[in-house]
């Protein structure tokens, strides 16, 4: 479905929100043009035309997804309607996708189910750890958002109807990094590289004590 737009997007009151909204201004910036920081969720009325979010960790229930004129339009690490719901990119890896795909739809009520302005798939590979795949993340929602952005400037706005399987993903907590210790190494490897060594580092429990696994990917060729 193809919706044509009432105003130029010099015209269009623009909102980002969510933990991620940096990423987005970055974007906004280097096409010049205006936005709005929204810190909240009731800081969104109908003054907007369209607010986007990344990074957001929770279901926007009515009146505020229809509140702009437009929506709202938010990002997922998958393809959906494949991996809805949480921790994505661990997910990615667990479930041997060839590519971290970003997704940019617009919001409902239901979880990650709205219709789809565009999809951007970047490879990923055995060696990708948590970091790389962030940054990763972080490029293919700044290439969603500029194509989007590309739309508006012409003046519509492109959205598809999700097709294919559903599935959701549950979130992952701290105790999900436990390893299980007489699994050989190799089998545990995509376990521990999607672990974050600060915040949740990969463990396994030995006699009664919790050792702990912070990993570092070196390239052996520069050593060479």
């Not at 979880?111 to 951007?120: E, K, R, T, W």
Request: with cysteine; glycine share 6%.
């Amino acid at each position: 479905m193809i919706i044509r737009l009432e105003k130029g997007v010099e015209d269009l009151k623009i909102g980002i929100i969510g933990s991620r909204k940096e990423l987005l201004k970055e974007v906004l910036v280097q096409e010049n043009i205006n936005y709005v920081v929204v810190e909240q969720i009731d800081d969104i009325d109908d003054t907007f035309d369209i607010v986007f979010g990344t990074g957001i960790y929770q279901l926007i229930k009515e009146p505020y997804l229809s509140l702009p004129a437009y929506g709202m339009v938010f990002f997922h690490e998958t393809p959906l309607p494949e991996g809805k719901g949480n921790s994505p990119i661990q997910w990615t890896v667990f479930n041997k996708r060839p590519n971290l795909t970003v997704t940019a739809f617009k919001a409902t009520e239901g979880m990650d189910a709205g219709a789809i302005l565009y999809q951007y798939n970047i490879p990923i590979s055995s060696l990708d750890t948590l970091e790389i795949l962030d940054n990763k993340r972080n490029i293919g929602i700044k290439k969603c958002f500029s194509e989007i952005l590309g739309e508006l400037k012409q003046g519509y706005i492109v959205l598809r109807t999700q097709t294919g399987q559903d599935s959701i993903s549950q979130r992952r907590t701290p105790e999900d990094s436990e390893l299980e210790p007489n699994e050989a190494l190799l089998n545990l490897w995509d376990k521990i590289r999607v672990c974050d060594n600060n915040k949740f580092p990969a463990f396994f429990k030995l006699k009664g004590k919790k050792i702990i696994i912070r990993y570092k990917v070196e390239d052996l060729s520069q050593n060479e």
